[in-house]
């Protein structure tokens, strides 16, 4: 059973380009977590989504960041227009029933914006 | 609010040496705690886990107890290794939008254990 998958695992964007982060959950699992951890700080919570749907973004920054998770396929996180201060860890966590006890993490995606 | 405090680091010691790494939160209702750790350039992994007052979550030598009283769930490890170098964060889960659960960290605190 593979475990949460997130691609890729290193991306380097240039100001005001667009980043794409993709995450596909543990097979069953269909809760999906996006959390993102800046440089020396521990990670923070931005969206949490079930299929085809956004059940909480209390944690995304309100412009140029979005989420979804389709029916088919992974659950993507969208960053527009990068600027430097987006470069951090993106982190996705999957859980079957949307219990903090059953989250499992992918190994993250590193973000840099030169 | 929600909030969990630890330890700054980073933390030095020889191997063998004991380790505690203090964790305190602020939360409403009763929480589950959690210690993840991250080794260098990967994600976090669940090192040990309690759901109510009192109980003690172990895995892999090391051990944190819930503490309600002293709202307190401090990592211990008897004798550390070179191996035990990463950056542990306690965590506790809070209520989301939507029935979900969701985790809240603290800024983790690196750990090197040298031989």
């Given at each position: 059973n593979a475990g949460v998958m997130q691609n890729p695992r290193h991306l380097v964007r240039r100001r005001g380009q667009e980043a794409r982060l993709r995450c596909s959950p543990m097979k069953g699992h269909s809760h999906v977590y996006w959390y993102r951890q800046l440089p020396e700080e521990g990670l923070k919570f931005m969206v949490y989504l079930q299929k085809e749907n956004i059940?909480?973004?209390?944690?995304?920054?309100?412009?140029r960041f979005s989420a979804e998770f389709p029916k088919e396929g992974p659950s993507i996180l969208r960053i527009q227009q990068?600027?430097?201060?987006?470069?951090a860890a993106y982190f996705c966590a999957s859980s079957p029933i949307g219990e903090a006890n059953t989250i499992y993490f992918g190994e993250g995606s590193w973000l840099t914006v030169v | 609010g929600n909030s969990v405090t630890q330890m700054e680091g980073p933390v030095t010691l020889s191997e063998e040496a004991f380790l505690t790494i203090n964790c305190t939160y602020t939360a409403t209702g009763y929480p589950s705690l959690f210690w993840y750790v991250q080794y260098p350039g990967e994600g976090l992994q669940l090192l040990l886990k309690a759901t109510k007052a009192d109980d003690k979550g172990s895995n892999k030598g090391f051990e944190a107890t819930y503490r309600k009283e002293t709202t307190s769930f401090h990592l211990e490890k008897g004798s550390v290794q070179v191996s035990d170098s990463a950056v542990y964060f306690c965590a506790l889960s809070v209520k989301g939008r939507g029935g979900s659960e969701k985790l809240v960290f603290g800024k983790g605190t690196k750990l090197t254990v040298n031989p």
């Open positions: 059940i909480d973004e209390s944690g995304m920054p309100k412009e990068v600027v430097r201060g987006d470069s | -």
